[in-house]
């Protein structure tokens, strides 16, 4: 079964917290802060790997978690850092943000990398917090939050050249005498119901094959396998057009020939610019000189395609497509086009980059009759907060206040004796 689409929860590994520890060594009197610091937490890569083909695999696991970091240690001993998770999909790969639908990486080469959640860092450790006033520090720094976001795999083939047509034009038995790939091939429309590649050997190269099959009339719109495999046309450098010239399916060759192209043209325009041959298959059941076949090799000429008469089952003209083919895709490498897209791709780094890293927000809970604070950095601050120490309670309460935290509950209407609360801590509101 091919899987080209998969939607994935993704987690880096917690920052280890750091330690608040103290000196008990003999003979070493007031032995002062020992903490060490926390080790990071893993991060969630993202690793392109050409020996995998679909995204088969995330249909039946869709949770990945990276290791947390370990917790600072006494003796001045750092935690040991989280192992990084690697996730390996398929060579053409684009991981997406699900929230914002941006695209994170695009992963086109193989053993290419992108680290789609960083794991949290370190907090420090009491040691960090001695100064002159302050000798026995009795708080630490938590660990930083580990990110965890949806991402969307999307799978786009990678192909040099690929097949297009309407169904049951002969494009899986192209493919097939062209290469070593066995697709099945039927007397019935959409026998191809997934993309088929295969290697083409000429001369002394070779290039990569795609059959990208479910173009019908409407496809453009998600009619037939629609848009699903549309896509697989976009990362093609060049596209051999199958028409069935002898009328067979008793369609018009040149009205096949036009809706295709309508298709190309309104599921992207771009896709038109692809260099494109035409193979005027099942040649055999007619004749070279008949009457409708050079009347459809003149209608596609004329609008600067090169025509190629072929009969795939007997092998037929196969060779002389496939070298015009391998000329266009030469040309088309030595003059590569540069992208329209423009893609901004997403910022992964720490929370600390976050815009939102330092706000605080607060609101009024009716039910439980609170005011609460809430906030990224408010929590990693409370997280390192030791209750029983004045001085490490004091850091909390001032950066409460120069937040504006305190503000934005007093607009809300909080008076005197109100309880706020902090994730599950609760206090009373006095103005001092």
Known sequence: MFVDRAKIHIKSGKGGDGAVTFRRDPYVPEGGPDGGDGGKGGNIVFQADEDLRTLMDFRYKRKYEAENGQDGMKRNRFGKYGEDLVIKVPVGTMVIDEATGMLMCDLVENGQTFIA???????????????????????????????????????????????????????STILSVSTSAKPKIANYHFTTIEPNLGIVSIGDTSFCMADIAGIIEGASRGLGLGFKFLKHIERTKVLIHVVDVSGSEGRDPKDDFDKIMDELRSYDE??????????????????????????????????????????????????????????????????????????EMFDVDSDAKDPDYRKVTGFYNEEDDVYVLEGKQLMKIFNSTNFEDYGSLRYLDRYIEKSGGMQILLDLGMEEGDTVRIRDFEFEYWDD
Not at 149 to 158: G, H, Q
Not at 287 to 306: A, H, I
């Open 117 to 171: 959640a960083k794991g949290g860092k370190g907090g420090k450790g009491n040691v960090h917090y001695k100064t002159s006033t302050r000798q026995a520090p009795n708080f630490a720094e938590a660990g930083g939050f580990a990110v965890e976001r949806d991402v969307i795999l999307e799978m786009k083939l990678i192909a040099d050249v690929g097949l297009v047509g309407f169904p049951n034009v002969g494009k």
């Open 270 to 343: 771009r896709l038109l610019r692809k260099p494109m041959v035409v193979a005027a298959n099942k040649i055999d059941i007619i004749d070279e000189d008949d009457p409708g076949y050079l009347e459809f090799k003149e209608y596609v000429e004329e609008k600067g395609y090169k025509v190629f008469p072929v009969s795939a089952p007997i092998n037929m003209g196969v060779k002389e497509l496939l070298w015009e083919a391998l000329h266009l895709l030469e040309e088309a490498e030595a003059n590569p086009v540069e992208p329209d897209d423009t893609y």
